[in-house]
């Protein structure tokens, strides 16, 4: 079942490429950028910098599958990179994965603003800064016209 058969009027999405659809009126509203963030005692583990560490330390996915998934970096130099992992915690809840990470459980990438204030107080630490992954494009989706 999709959004217009949900009787949706509005919808905010978040992706990487630009969709468009005759269809459909929609309007840019900025962009997205995540974060590797974790607790400060286990982002003091990840202090060397190489980021294919990543994969054998505990993660938090925005997902709803199960089993492996692949995150995709930007590195400094330019250079893309793909860490394999078995996410410990899958959620589509980015509050709850924010709170899991909070407590310790594992590395999270998540949207920035969902983490500004835990980064800011020091409840979370940003993990391996130096590499980022591609902004997403923040679009509202008007399904009534």
Do not use: K, N
Request: aromatic residues 4%; negative net charge; glycine residues 8%.
């Amino acid at each position: 079942m999709g959004l217009i058969d949900e009787r949706i009027d509005v919808a905010v999405l978040v992706r990487a490429a630009l969709g468009t659809d005759a269809a459909l009126t929609m309007r840019t509203l900025g962009r997205s950028s995540r974060t590797l963030v974790a607790a400060p005692a286990l982002a003091a583990s990840c202090a060397s910098g190489d980021i294919a560490a990543l994969s054998d330390l505990p993660t938090l996915a925005t997902t709803d599958q199960m089993g492996e998934i692949v995150w995709e970096f930007i590195g400094p130099e330019g250079d893309a990179r793909s860490i394999r992992h078995e996410p410990r915690m899958t959620s589509v809840d980015f509050l709850a994965l924010r709170d899991a990470a909070v407590a310790g459980l594992g590395v999270a990438l998540l949207p920035d603003h969902t983490c500004r204030r835990e980064s800011a107080s020091g409840a979370l630490a940003h993990v391996f800064p130096q590499w980022r992954t591609e902004d997403g494009i923040v679009q509202s989706v008007d399904f009534s016209t």
